[in-house]
């Protein structure tokens, strides 16, 4: 099913030290395995609801007869996290979310915790190298895109430690890399709108070599409306995606949206 069991103990204590687990904390495994990560956690005291579809893995999970441990036999994707902790009112605000994650799910199922972003306080993944600096990228990098904007306004993002593909069994053909995701208090801005925007963010960054100004204008703005935008938001023409700040593009949707009507009548 595409997954890379972590076989390294060196790497797993790291892992679990990072997550930091606490007796008061409900504890979602992704792809539990059998069980490598699955009962380091279980040992803390907190709850552990371990999520693996793979039913010739779940007896690994099952001959301990951990109390804490709840097994889920389901594909992580078609559950419903709500329903998942509807019981569990103890750990309110106190949900970690953690995984090592199979490469082909990690963009739907992060775009799913971002939807459902209230449940979690956070999230702890190994995910690929590259995917996962995409998501903590900093302006002005190569790597800053939708997915860094998109995640970085509601949790604070870092990229702790690279795993070796030696680490895994079988070994992958790339890199891995731990990443935490720590939900703010306040996103760092409100958007009114999260799908206009998110729409707004993937066609500004659509061809990385163009300016930012003429990835726009194939959203229909006329170049003298988007002038305007630029020239009030002290924006150059010249400026390429990646070089504006969180702040600048969340501040030039909001315009743009707010006198779009204007420009199109």
């Known amino acids: ?29 992704i792809g539990a395995g059998k069980g490598a990560l699955t009962f380091p956690l279980a040992r803390t005291g907190g709850k552990v609801i371990a999520i693996e579809m793979d039913k010739n ?9 951990i109390l804490n441990i709840k097994i889920v036999e389901k594909d992580i994707l078609k559950i419903d996290f709500r329903q998942l902790i509807k019981n569990k009112a103890n750990f309110k605000k106190k949900v970690k979310l953690v995984g090592n994650l199979p490469y082909s799910i990690s963009s739907p199922l992060l775009f799913k915790v971002l939807a459902e972003r209230e449940i979690f306080s956070e999230c702890h993944f190994l995910l690929q190298k590259e995917f996962a600096e995409r998501v903590c990228a900093k302006p002005r990098t190569k ?21 070796s593909p030696e680490s895994f069994s079988p ?6 890399a731990l990443i935490s995701l720590k939900k703010r208090d306040k996103p760092l801005f409100s958007i009114d709108n ?7 963010l ?12 003429n990835n726009l204008i194939r959203f229909n703005y006329s ?6 935008a630029f020239d009030k938001l002290n924006l150059s023409n010249l400026l390429r995606p ?3 700040t969180i702040c600048q593009f969340v501040s030039l949707f909001k315009f743009l949206t707010k006198n779009s009507a204007k420009d199109r009548s």
């Open 1 to 29: 099913m595409g997954q890379h069991f972590l076989k390294n103990p060196g790497i797993l204590r790291k892992i679990v030290q990072t997550i930091s687990p606490q007796e008061n904390d409900l504890l979602i495994e």
């Open 57 to 65: 893995l779940t007896p690994y999970l099952k001959k301990k007869e």
């Open 143 to 163: 790597k800053f895109a939708p997915l860094s904007i998109l995640f970085q306004i509601i949790f604070s993002t870092k990229l702790h430690f690279i795993v």
């Open 171 to 176: 070994p992958p053909r790339v890199e891995s």
């Open 194 to 200: 999260e799908e206009n925007f998110k729409k707004f």
């Open 202 to 213: 993937k066609g500004s960054f659509r061809h990385r070599r163009k300016t930012l100004f």
């Open 223 to 228: 170049p003298p409306f988007l002038k305007e």
């Open 242 to 244: 990646e070089e504006l």
